[in-house]
């Protein structure tokens, strides 16, 4: 069978899927099969969002973290309101200096888990996209570091390229355990691939 036909019909399935579920996109499957296989959400966790919209994987959080957990969406774009209990969202633009502060007021302590789908307007340029999108991580990376609990988690995209290794070894400055994943819900042909950093590192001495 031919491989592009193949990969039309996963994407096929996981988008038919998140319209039965009421998903908002088609990515929430990804976030489900990695917290699966690593557990990195759980039940009453604060969990941030940055780059929410239009909040596929914001709901897919909420529905892991439960009625007593936490989840803030944050996106340049609105994002339309969720119905249920401690699920917020903010407009923000996450490469500015200010936003881990605004982020830290909305929540109510510090997050377990931040996670980031953030993805620039596509140019068509590889090498402009690649940079655009790592620079997107970076700034995630920042943020992450800023809002979370020592024991926290950081979940990010990247698009594969020259400069992917070196943000996995800024990942790996900070985190314990560093996991680079391709979920089954990802098109293989997609150059995106996701990154997990766990446990903060403690400072020396
Ligand atoms: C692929 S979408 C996220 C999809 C989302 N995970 C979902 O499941 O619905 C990428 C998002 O990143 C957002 N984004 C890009 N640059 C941003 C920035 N500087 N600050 C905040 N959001 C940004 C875009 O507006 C876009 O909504």
Same mark, same amino acid.
């Given at each position: 069978m031919p491989k592009a036909w193949l990969q039309d019909r996963k994407r096929d399935y996981y988008y038919k899927k998140a319209k039965e579920e009421n998903y908002r996109s088609r990515a929430a499957y990804k976030l489900f099969q990695v917290v699966k296989k690593y557990q990195f959400i759980k039940r009453s966790d604060v969990v941030v969002d940055l780059g929410a919209a239009p909040g596929g994987w914001t709901q897919a959080a909420k529905k892991i973290v439960g009625n007593k957990g936490f989840v803030l969406g944050v996106d340049l774009k609105p994002i339309e309101p969720f119905p249920q209990k401690y699920v917020r969202t903010i407009i923000g633009?996450?490469? $500015?200096?200010?936003i881990s502060q605004e982020i830290l007021e909305f929540?109510?302590?510090?997050?377990?888990v931040a996670i980031s789908d953030a993805s620039p307007?596509?140019?068509?340029?590889w090498e402009v996209d690649h940079a655009r999108q790592i620079d997107l991580a970076q700034q995630a990376l920042k943020i992450s570091l800023e809002i979370l609990e020592p024991a926290g988690s950081f979940f990010v995209k990247v698009f594969q390229g020259d400069m992917l290794q070196d943000f996995i070894d800024k990942v790996k400055k900070h985190f314990e355990i560093v996991k680079v994943i391709k979920p $089954?819900?990802?098109?293989?042909?997609?150059?995106e691939i996701f990154i997990l950093g766990m446990q903060i590192k403690k400072p020396r001495g």
């Open positions: 633009d996450i490469t $500015e200096p200010e929540i109510p302590r510090k997050a377990n307007n596509i140019s068509g340029i $089954e819900a990802s098109r293989s042909k997609s150059s």
